[in-house]
C-alpha cells in the first residue's frame, strides 16, 4: 500500500548564483548533525538541479511519520544557537538562498505498484522531478490511469520509479510529483520520444478528451537532477540516503 500516513517534505532551494559549492556544503554536512540532534529525520535523497524552470536549484526530500514529529524537529532546529551561528558564519554577508519553496506531499495510489521488491541499492545516474496536474473533473481517475499506464510504458523503457506523490499543500493542487531515475540522458530522450509516439497512449489520451473534455494529466514542469554522492536516494526511496563516493 501507500503508506497513507507518511508524510514527504521536498525542498527546492533556489541558489544565489555562485553560491551552490556552499548549499551542498551546509545541508550535506553542517546541518546534518543537527538534524540528528533534534530529531529530524534524515533526507532520503540530495540533489543538484541542472536544468528546468527551478535550475539551478537545491533540492532534498525527508519523509516524516507524522507532521507533529516534522513541526517539533525543525523548530528546535531553527531555534538552536548552533545552527543560527552556523547559517550567519556560511552566509559570509550574502544570503546563499534567493527563493525556497517547501512543499508537502503524501504517497500516491499510482506509487503502489510499482515499489520494489528486496533489498535497497543506491540509484545513481540521471533523476528527473516532475510535476503533473491533474484534471479537476476526476484526479483519482488521473492517478489511477497514471500508475496503470503512464508509469509501465515509462518503466518499459529504461525509468527506474523512485517516488510518486500527490501535493498535499506548498504548490497548486490536484497534482502528482514523481521522481525517475535514469542510466542516461540518451535513454530518457528515446524513453520519452517513443512515449510520445505510442499509439496506445495516444488512444488513451483521446479517450480522455471524449470523456472528460481534456486529459487526465497535463503536462508540467520538470527539472532534471543529479544525487548528491553524500546523499544518493536508495531504490524506492525506502530508506534515508546514502555516501556513494
Known amino acids: 500500500m501507500s503508506g497513507f500516513d507518511d508524510y514527504y517534505e521536498l525542498r527546492i532551494y533556489r541558489g544565489t548564483p555562485g553560491r551552490m559549492a556552499d548549499l551542498h556544503h551546509r545541508f550535506g ?18 540533489w543538484e538541479g541542472h536544468a528546468g524552470p527551478f535550475a539551478p536549484a537545491y533540492v532534498y526530500l525527508h519523509r516524516w511519520d507524522s507532521l507533529d514529529q516534522r513541526f517539533e524537529a525543525f523548530g528546535n532546529f531553527y531555534a538552536d544557537p548552533d545552527w543560527n551561528a552556523q547559517r550567519i558564519a556560511s552566509n559570509a554577508g550574502e544570503h546563499m538562498i534567493d527563493r525556497a519553496d517547501i512543499i508537502f506531499l503524501r504517497p500516491s495510489p499510482a506509487w503502489d505498484k510499482h515499489r520494489p521488491e528486496g533489498e535497497p541499492e543506491p540509484v545513481g545516474g540521471l533523476h528527473e522531478l516532475c510535476f503533473l496536474p491533474l484534471n479537476t473533473q476526476d484526479a483519482a481517475e488521473g492517478q489511477r490511469v497514471f500508475g496503470e499506464i503512464d508509469l509501465p510504458f515509462l518503466a518499459s523503457r529504461g525509468a527506474e520509479i523512485l517516488g510518486v506523490f500527490q501535493v498535499w499543500f506548498g504548490w497548486t493542487t490536484p497534482q502528482l510529483v514523481y521522481f525517475l531515475a535514469w542510466h542516461s540522458f540518451d535513454a530518457r530522450d528515446a524513453a520519452m520520444s517513443a512515449y510520445q509516439r505510442d499509439p496506445d497512449i495516444g488512444h488513451q489520451r483521446m479517450h480522455e478528451r471524449q470523456t472528460y473534455g481534456g486529459p487526465l494529466h497535463f503536462a508540467g514542469d520538470t527539472m532534471l537532477l543529479k544525487p548528491a554522492h553524500y546523499g544518493t536516494p536508495v531504490s524506492g526511496l525506502a530508506g534515508p540516503a546514502v555516501k556513494t563516493g
Do not use: C, Q, S, V
Not at 553542517?30 to 534524515?42: I, N, Q, S, V, Y
Open 29 to 46: 554536512f553542517e546541518a546534518r548533525p543537527l538534524f540528528d540532534k533534534h530529531g529530524a529525520t534524515r533526507p532520503l535523497g540530495y
